[in-house]
């Protein structure tokens, strides 16, 4: 996943699947959520007005890690590139905790039942993993993938299974 260009400041926490890293824009709105993976990333910046405190981001991290469902507390940037993708992204957000949808479920709520792959698509470049949460939606026959893998999305399910 490619981080947005604005990224003005860049943190990480401790969680149960490893090290989340999160990325503000100068005003303060979150941009991007970074899972464990190959990447490197480093802390950036200064903390922005109006981005919540490190300690209110650890916080919804951790109660997240216990399969609570609970609001971001603060401003966060709802992907989306274009209006099919903007509406996968608002529907996936709203998949409960403990619940998920198939690709073709997804695309079906979307208006294009036969969309499968394009969900596919949006999920394996959302930006924010846990706020829109891809791990929740599968393959019909299977998990599906996942950017951090299927280890990852697997893990996610079951600590929100509880």
């Not at 394009?118 to 470049?125: D, E, P, R």
Request: proline fraction near 10%.
């Amino acid at each position: 996943m490619n981080e947005p260009p604005e990224v003005q400041f860049r943190e990480s926490h401790d969680s149960p699947i490893g090290k989340v890293w999160f990325s503000f824009s100068p005003e303060g709105e979150l941009l991007a959520i970074h899972l464990p993976s190959g990447a490197r990333l480093r802390a950036k910046g200064g903390r922005p007005c109006g981005a919540p405190t490190r300690s209110q981001v650890g916080k919804w991290l951790s109660t997240f890690m216990k399969g609570t469902p609970c609001d971001f507390p603060g401003p966060w940037r709802m992907p989306g590139h274009s209006p099919f993708m903007s509406k996968v992204y608002r529907f996936v957000s709203r998949i409960p905790v403990g619940h998920t949808k198939s690709y073709s479920e997804v695309a079906q709520a979307c208006g294009s039942p036969r969309a499968c792959r394009a969900v596919g698509t949006a999920m394996a470049q959302n930006p924010m993993p846990l706020l829109v949460p891809c791990h929740r939606v599968l393959a019909k026959d299977g998990m599906g993938g996942f950017a951090g893998g299927l280890e990852q999305k697997a893990d996610l399910l079951e600590i929100e299974a509880g």
